[in-house]
């Protein structure tokens, strides 16, 4: 049985505990809510210590177990990306039509180093060329070569080759004793053409305007106008002084002009240019003759022949002069080998070198043959008037004498102011 006094203690005991906790409690709310207040987190309750077991009972603590880390989810295997599309190729460019023109009468024409076809002056040939650069060359005989870049664009059309003809061959084959005579005619104009087309272009050197003049000269001479020739290869002497080959064509046109002084001076120019230039020698042995200098032309037309021009008229040339020298003898022989077809040129000397031998018959009988060649010609009649007045046969010379003057009345090819003074004494005679 409980004692009073211990039941009063029991019950002062619990109502302390009881305040000491309702006390506690108010101030753990109390510092709940100021935590609210200000922000801060709760402070953690202690837990509960567990309560010992009976010895016996007594099992190891278990390990406290390792959270499992979270299983990642299985990625399902992607294939590579594929690359990226390849832009759409451009269609490969087309050819282009081009027409290709030149200036000569025919050319090869290469693309880089293949032959691709002919081109002529009046037939263009046809290619088709991608476009980008290029190279075209062209070649001609007697020409330079062409070869040049170009580039070819859509707009392009045609290509226009101008060749160059090759001026220093055809120089060289005309200072040749050989082949001077073989230049043709195409071939002046082609040099015409090339030095104007440089002159054109706006190249002034004073070789091209020569060259120019030069084949104009040329030109001018081949067709008999002299004095179309005349001033254009003077003018070109002018320009280049040293030019043995513009010097020698003036001094043909002044022959051919009947101007033998005018030719002397141009063929002695030619040869100071050109000591070795055989046919400036036979031009100069052609002036002297018609100046009357005999012995000096004899000189230069041997030294034409032993520099290797021998053209036909030379025999006939040098016959000529040896008769002026009264060597007859020389100048029939000089006239043998012409003898198989002679000409009416050649038939005249013969007679004029058996006249100087007073071989009269002879020599009527090659002038009468020269005249049956051609009728036409004054010097068969110059010669028959000439022997027949000195015969005293002024009836048989009269006829003669006046045909020969209405042949030749400027007197190119004889000399008719003596002609006729042998006409009017041969009227007063009576024989």
């Not at 603590?61 to 989810?73: F, G, H, L």
């Not at 190279?135 to 059309?157: C, D, G």
Request: contains cysteine; aromatic residues 4%.
């Amino acid at each position: 049985m409980t004692r009073p006094s211990d039941a009063m203690l029991v019950g002062l005991l619990i109502g302390l505990m009881g305040g000491n906790w309702s006390e506690a409690s108010c101030l753990a709310q109390e510092s709940n809510i100021e935590r609210r207040v200000k922000g801060e987190p709760k402070p953690a309750e202690p837990a509960p210590e567990p309560e010992p077991g009976p010895a016996g009972d007594r099992k190891a603590a278990p390990r406290p177990r390792t959270p499992a880390s979270p299983r990642k989810k299985p990625v399902p295997a992607t294939e590579p990306a594929p690359p990226p599309a390849a832009p759409p190729a451009e269609a490969p460019p087309k050819p282009l039509d081009i027409l290709v023109t030149v200036n000569v009468s025919q050319a090869d024409i290469l693309v880089g180093e293949k032959v691709v076809g002919v081109a002529r002056r009046d037939q263009p040939l046809k290619l088709q060329l991608l476009p980008g650069v290029v190279r075209i060359s062209a070649t001609s005989e007697h020409y330079l070569p062409f070869s040049q870049e170009v580039e070819i664009i859509p707009e392009t059309k045609r290509l226009d080759i101008a060749l160059d003809y090759d001026v220093g061959a055809l120089l060289a084959r005309y200072e040749n004793p050989r082949t001077t005579n073989l230049v043709t005619a195409e071939e002046w104009e082609a040099l015409v053409e090339t030095a104007n087309r440089h002159i054109e272009a706006g190249d002034l050197r004073i070789e091209y305007r020569a060259l120019g003049l030069l084949g104009q000269g040329q030109l001018a001479l081949r067709i008999g106008d002299t004095a179309s020739a005349i001033p254009r290869l003077l003018e070109a002497t002018r320009l280049v002084p040293a030019s043995s080959i513009a010097n020698y064509a003036l001094g043909l046109a002044c022959l051919a002009a009947n101007q033998p002084a005018e030719a002397t001076t141009a063929f002695q120019r030619a040869i100071a240019a050109n000591p070795v230039l055989p046919m400036a020698h036979y031009g100069l042995g052609l002036a002297l003759l018609r100046r009357g200098q005999s012995r000096e032309a004899i000189a230069s037309l041997e030294r034409a022949e032993a520099l290797g021009y021998a053209p036909p008229e030379l025999p006939l040339q040098l016959a000529r002069a040896l008769v002026a020298q009264r060597a007859y003898g020389a100048a029939i022989e000089r006239l043998r080998p012409l003898m198989l077809s002679p000409s009416v040129e050649v038939l005249v000397t013969l007679g004029d070198a058996y006249a100087g031998q007073k071989k009269t018959d002879m020599a009527r009988e090659a002038y009468e043959t020269a005249l049956q060649r051609n009728p036409s010609s004054p010097l068969p009649h110059a010669r028959l008037g000439e022997m027949l007045f000195r015969a005293k046969k002024y009836k048989e010379a009269r006829p003669h004498l006046q045909q020969a003057v209405e042949l030749d009345p400027d007197g190119q090819q004889v000399n008719t102011t003596e002609l006729r003074t042998l006409l009017q004494k041969a009227a007063g005679k009576k024989k």
